[in-house]
T-cell receptor, first 113, second 111 residues
Framework: KAGVTQTPRYLIKTRGQQVTLSCSPI?????VSWYQQTPGQGLQFLFE???????NKGNFPGRFSGRQFSNSRSEMNVSTLELGDSALYLC????????????FGPGTRLLVL | GESVGLHLPTLSVQEGDNSIINCAYSNSASDYFIWYKQESGKGPQFIIDIRSNMDKRQGQRVTVLLNKTVKHLSLQIAATQPGDSAVYFC??????????FGKGTTLSVSS
């Protein structure tokens, strides 16, 4: 089975721009979670989607948003980028929401200049 | 908020030694714990998990121990190899909610 895939792998943006990242979960997985990883804050939960509905949300400003499509693929969007948004954005999938193992993709490295 | 932490940011071992990576958690209601390995430039890779109704679980060369009395989690790696060099994260969750990660321990294996 193919793993979690994320596109693009690398992005360079400037302050004020917006960005959309994409995640394709493992086949059959219906839950997709997004995490931000930075050297200072570590891995922090952004949000989780299941069956096209946001199930949980972390403590991030409203500039961070996401959605999930009927095929379980998910996108996250960051508007009005700030320098502090530079990070590795990780997507993880699992079959449902019952505490199963989450499997991570390789991440999208975002650099905001 | 509550978070999971690791005792040591770095651990250096010799090839063939056994490694023990420790983690303390603070949410006594957490019912699921997991260890990930992250190599440079890659996403976290699942190693092993354990539920709160267990105190030990073994995998291939790895063992996870859970001590709910002192809220402590550990990962033991037997016969550590250079390929085990990576950053190791523990994480917890409660009732299937989001994973809360610790800061990570960098394991360096020298041959």
């Amino acid at each position: 089975k193919a793993g979690v895939t994320q596109t693009p792998r690398y992005l360079i943006k400037t302050r004020g721009q917006q960005v959309t990242l994409s995640c394709s979960p493992i086949s059959g997985h219906r839950s997709v979670s997004w995490y931000q990883q930075t050297p200072g804050q570590g891995l922090q939960f952004l949000f989780e989607y299941f069956s096209e509905t946001q199930r949980n949300k972390g403590n991030f400003p409203g500039r961070f948003s996401g959605r999930q499509f009927s095929n379980s693929r998910s996108e996250m969007n960051v508007s009005t980028l700030e320098l502090g948004d530079s990070a590795l954005y990780l997507c993880a999938s699992r079959p449902g929401t019952g505490g199963e193992t989450q499997y991570f993709g390789p991440g999208t490295r975002l650099l905001v200049l | 908020g509550e978070s999971v932490g690791l005792h040591l940011p770095t651990l250096s071992v010799q090839e063939g030694d056994n490694s023990i990576i420790n983690c303390a958690y603070s949410n006594s209601a957490s019912d699921y714990f997991i260890w990930y390995k992250q190599e440079s430039g890659k996403g976290p890779q699942f190693i092993i998990d354990i539920r709160s109704n267990m105190d030990k679980r073994q995998g291939q060369r790895v063992t996870v121990l859970l001590n709910k009395t002192v809220k402590h989690l550990s990962l033991q790696i037997a016969a550590t190899q250079p390929g085990d060099s990576a950053v190791y994260f523990c994480a917890e969750s409660q009732a299937g909610t989001a994973l809360i990660f610790g800061k990570g321990t960098t394991l360096s294996v020298s041959s």
